[in-house]
């Protein structure tokens, strides 16, 4: 447990001043992705690596490393995960195992993020502000209630400790950087101050962009985008106790297709995306207690569109929800028939959704209000070489219609359970089993008025929840001075199979477009992750092969992703402060699609080669520069999550050069 707590510690150093990492990555042991720290998966502090539940993380400094311009941008590596929705920055979604949508759960430093509208998309908030991004693959009701079907992302913003060098009172981090797609400049500033048992925390980021291109040269047609972030928080730590207020406010302004995550080029609006979060955290760990580890979130999230078209009926619309909730734990660690990690608590969030067209009721978007109370327990029971997992939550959802004729309630048991068995040092197979599930959201429920012309919605008060049963096995090995003394060598295998009752599919029929339950959905799939680093080099593969089928009508899935393969490799002049890398990604074709208008029948396969660099130079340790070139063969290709029958006019975006230039002071 002390080398766990030392390599935490380490890599949040690393995290905080990357040029520090330059210098003493000779005198350290190298560290993978898998060795970082989560407490997504468990709600516990872990090692991502040696956890039966699929889980990576991204950290500060892969983040820095990749410039990137949205979250999905830093998760498109990971086994499993993609994105749908044209290249549009702020239109597309996260997709895992197959599942999109309100079927993963997003959490902002703990606050529950359900906004889903069509073709708005959800990550609404700049990387620059993120110190840590936690994706876990494969249902995780147990832990986070409803939506959890396809997994969790959970998005952790920086801090005061994240900006000051160690023993600092004060500082900052600035940068500034630009693109060759869209001409983009961006930039960010984060200032920091410590004093006592306080700190606070202040910083803001943005970006700009014209029109992308594709590999072809062919504009992609409404991706101009600008955007903005403001984050704040005050910290206060009197001896055991950490309190922490945190406000974040993301604007973006931009004009695009009402459904701006497919290849449509008609119904254009100006839209302007808010996203307002408030969240206060209390956590209290005295290490000479050990029943007693609580931590409480409270939160408001507010998501507020406003959509001026610029076509059609020139109506004004705005899409509003606001949650408002608690999330409230604590672990108790005690011995007795095996060491115990039982953590225990409870959620409680309602949603409030508005919908309107010129300031009346806008039934695409009903006004409705939902208030769910989730109780969950889990024990991590560890009998020597064994660790048991059991775990169950209990959701109750009171759902309201707009007209109160419909009102519903809805009761969900989710139980997890798995096994994990440290057969050597460097070896872990696991086994587990965990159901999901989904009520079906205030819009699917209550939805009314015109799709488009000759189209209306149809509302389906009777619409059942999804459940999921995931069957996984899967196998952890790590070893340690592989190649030379101080590397590592992280691997992890899995194989699952999902089954879903009551899959909601959305039907568009000659004149009315219905939601409807469908008999039964299977997703099964393999995963394979490793990660070697010595300090000097590194590598790391992730790769996955998913398949999805409709039980119901033996026919494909239409959301799952092209088998898909990406290998990363980069060497650091330790002496130079010098890093230089590459990324090679190898998807397959993708044939497997149902016979419904409107879905591309086959994705062919593609390639792609990306570089990167970066300089610390040794007389300006606080310093850095980088560079980077994405799809460095400028080809043209589309992801199967976006592509469309008829084929679209244009494909993903083309070659891009990248610079950065980072100051810390």
Known sequence: METRNLLAATLALMAANPALAQTTDAAVPAATPLDAVTTTATRTRAVAGDLAIPTTVVIREEIERRDARSVLDLVRDIPGVESSGVPRTTAMQPVIRGLGDERIVLRLDGARNNFNAGHRGRTFVDPELLRQVEVLRGPASTLYGSGA????????????????????GFGGIASMGWQSQGSGPRGSLALGARAGEFSILGAMAGFTNGNFTDGRGTTIPYSEDEATSVLGKLGWNPGHHRFELSAMRFQDNNTLPIAASTATTTSITDRETVQETLSLRWSYDDPSMPLLAPQVVIYRNHVDIQERRLTGTRAVDGTTLTTTGIDAQNTSRFSGFGSHALTYGFEYYRDEQEGTSNGAARTQFPTAQQSVLGLFAQDEITFGAFTFTPGVRLDRFEQESPNGLNDRSVDRVSPRVSLG????????????????????????????????????????????????????????LRFADVLRDGDRLRIRLSAF??????????????????????????ITGVEAEAQYDAGTWWLGLGAAALKGDNLETNEPLASIPAHRVSVNAGYRFLDQGVTVGGRVTATAEQDRAPSTAGVAQQTSGYGLLDLFASWTPAAAPNLRVALA????????????????????????????????????F
Do not use: C
């Open 497 to 522: 199979r999902n089954d879903i009752d009551d899959f909601i599919e959305q039907t568009v029929l000659a004149r009315t477009t219905v939601t409807r339950n469908i008999g039964q959905a299977r």
């Open 421 to 476: 068995w440290q057969v050597l040092p460097w070896m872990q197979p696991y086994v587990s089993y965990a159901e999901g599930f989904r009520a079906p959201s205030l819009t699917e429920l209550y939805v009314g008025g015109q799709h488009f012309p000759g189209n209306v919605f149809v509302p389906n008060p009777n619409l059942r929840p999804e459940v999921s049963r995931n069957k996984e096995a899967g196998l952890n």
């Open 629 to 664: 070139v994405d799809n460095v063969f400028d080809h043209a290709y589309r992801r199967s999550t976006w592509n469309s029958d008829p084929v679209p006019a244009f494909y993903e975006t083309g070659r891009n050069i990248r610079g950065s230039l980072r100051i810390a």
């Open 149 to 168: 079907l396809g997994g969790a992302i959970a998005l952790r913003t920086i801090g005061a400790d994240d900006i000051l060098q160690p023993g600092a």
